[in-house]
């Protein structure tokens, strides 16, 4: 039956946190703290989301579906006594949500952050529910991981939060499915309230993408 591989490894990242006067100005309450039960029903809908994308088999496919089933009805039968062995890596979010960091978020694969030097690090490899062409990262997932790191670049020395104005990327080859990569990234300069960032997609050693983008904090 289709199985799901691993997605992220690494450690925390450094980002900006939405306070909660951000959440009640767009309208939205603040997010519930992560819990292990969330996190582990959060990896079992990635499952899921493998599965249907990878098994052509309705069959194989509804045998999945049963297990992660049961596996769902389990956990919340005792929610609060639910473990996670290997909890994923807390992001500078103070509650991260996010589509690309968030433990709890399933759309998520996700991506853990550690800082090297100047920069901001992630090693990733994506599953088949990222693909666009075929066997190819999907640009957008691309330019959503790119924004995170740069983001992440631009929040770990200890600036003021900043969002992002402007991201430009150039796509120099293809970034492969089920294959680590790196994406990493760095302040280049600083002049006010901005901030100029770049970034790169690294496949063994070398940029499937390049990313350069401004960052700007509020008045």
Known sequence: MGQPSPVAQDSPTGQDSPTEQDHAAAGHAEPAARSPYAEHTARL?????HALVSENDDAELAET???LATRLLDASEAPAAVTV????????????????????????????????GDESVSDVALP????????????????LMLDQVLGNAAHSTGLPGAYTRELTITY???????????VVGRIDRVEGRKRFMSGEVLVDGAPSARAHGLWISPR
């Open 65 to 67: 579906v049963r297990a």
């Open 85 to 116: 062995d290997d909890p994923h890596p807390r992001s500078g979010f103070r509650r991260d949500i996010t589509p690309i960091t968030s433990a709890v978020n399933p759309l998520a694969p996700p991506m853990a952050i550690r800082r090297e």
């Open 128 to 143: 088949l529910q990222y693909q666009g062409p075929p066997a190819r990262v999907h640009g957008g997932i691309v330019a």
């Open 172 to 182: 120099d080859a293809a970034t492969p499915l089920d294959r680590p990569v790196q």
């Open 45 to 49: 809908t990635r499952s899921l989301a």
